[in-house]
């Protein structure tokens, strides 16, 4: 009862006064119209209306606002869920944007409606739904979270506690782990042991975006939130955007968000990813205000960039499209060729290794796409 007369307060022109005596005036009519009578003074009493009441004069604004965007994916939503409420940290709210599923996650949701907050909307776009998410997020801090993936039980408490001692800060990145559909340990990601140091050149080059990260959310307000013309890379862009900006960032060493593989990842589409990865490299170094030192930058964060679409296009099972990959990242590499070379095999071995699968190079090296790929970059 009280979770639907708190939303219905989203919906009122009347003021909060108002409101609250149209309820009781309301309650009190229907009581009449089935012969019962409303006791007005025992429904006051109602520890539930003491904490709606509380709640609506004297709200406790929470530190955190979690935003879950989903798609069609209730199968997984109730353990994203349950990863929040298991936290240590307690001062959090969790908003829920439901971008237009057409299975049952209304349905799956629904005991939990009084938790948290609930909105649907036509079928846009994650980056939409996020923002739509920050729209209503009351938090300091922002922390992210995919309807298929889960938090490790202290994630907020120790961002919160290095944002707490660094009042400058506006990310605090994180390690993942990916798992497999079951939620089972494929292999824990900790980037920060090869002194990584995340500062502008390193969001440039290497692009180290998850949705692990936390974020001070009056940075991401500053940046105007997500680009809607992104369907892939939007996260990469808003980190770049923020860096650029002067957003400082640093790594709590520790794993706190588990990533969850299976056929719909959203990574698993590289064509379309390809396309808006590239697209988001063109407008990022088509800013007029970089420096140069960053404008020298552009060279090796393409090769990068498309050294990672190819190993995508190849777990895909695509070859012809690595090969097309493989051939841009020529024009931009920074290494000799044979350097080149070595790099790619090695970076799929390890991209592979990091993913749980062996990964053979005596296979892809002795593809026919393969040998034309090297016959025709050695001949030029």
């Known amino acids: ?14 003021s909060t006064t108002e409101a609250i005596y149209t309820w009781i005036e309301l309650f009190s009519k229907l009581a009449r119209q089935e012969g019962n009578k409303f ?13 709606l009441i509380s709640n609506i004069f004297n709200p406790v604004t929470p530190r955190v606002s979690v935003i879950i965007a989903t798609y069609n994916n209730a199968h997984y939503i109730l353990e994203a869920i349950a990863s929040v409420f298991n936290q240590t940290y307690t001062s959090y709210e969790i908003i829920v944007i439901d971008d237009g599923s057409t299975d049952n996650t209304r349905e799956v949701l629904e005991p939990y409606l009084d938790k948290i907050r609930y909105v649907y909307q036509e079928n846009k776009g994650v980056s939409h739904a996020r923002n739509l998410g920050l729209e209503m997020a009351g938090g ?3 922390a992210f979270l995919d309807a298929d993936d889960f938090f ?38 900790e980037l920060w042991h090869g002194s990584l140091e995340l500062d502008l050149e390193t969001w440039v080059v290497w692009k180290p975006v998850t949705i692990s990260m936390m974020f001070r959310r009056s940075w991401i307000k500053s940046a105007g939130g997500f680009d809607t013309r992104w369907h892939h890379g939007e ?12 957003c ?9 968000y588990c ?26 170094f088509s800013r007029p205000n970089l420096s ?33 990959y493989l051939r841009q990242a020529v024009k931009y590499t920074p290494l000799s060729m044979t350097e080149t070379i070595y790099h790619w095999i090695d970076s799929f071995n390890s991209l592979y290794q990091q993913y749980g699968y062996e990964f053979d190079a005596y296979d892809l090296t002795n593809s026919d796409i393969w040998q034309q790929l090297m016959s025709d970059i050695f001949v030029k």
């Open 259 to 284: 990533y969850r593989q299976h056929h719909r990842n959203a990574t698993r589409k590289s064509t379309h990813q390809a396309v808006s990865m590239m697209a988001v490299l063109d407008n990022f």
């Open 152 to 189: 490790l039980p202290d994630k907020l408490a120790k961002q919160v506690a290095i944002f707490d001692t660094r009042p400058s800060l506006g990310i605090v990145h994180s390690g993942w782990r990916l798992i497999n559909e079951k939620g089972e340990k494929i292999s824990d990601i």
């Open 248 to 256: 400082e960032a640093v790594w709590l060493p520790k794993v706190t």
């Open 1 to 14: 009862m009280t979770g639907y007369l708190q939303k219905s307060l989203t919906y009122t022109s009347a």
């Open 140 to 142: 300091e801090f922002i």
């Open 292 to 324: 140069t030192s960053i404008r020298k930058l552009e060279g090796k964060s393409r090769y990068y960039t498309l050294s990672w679409l190819a190993w995508q296009a190849h777990r895909n099972e695509n070859l012809v499209e690595m090969s097309k």
């Open 235 to 246: 996260d990469i862009d808003l980190v770049l955007r923020l860096s650029v900006n002067g």
């Open 39 to 51: 006791n007005a003074y025992n429904f006051s009493q109602l520890p539930e209306w003491k904490k």
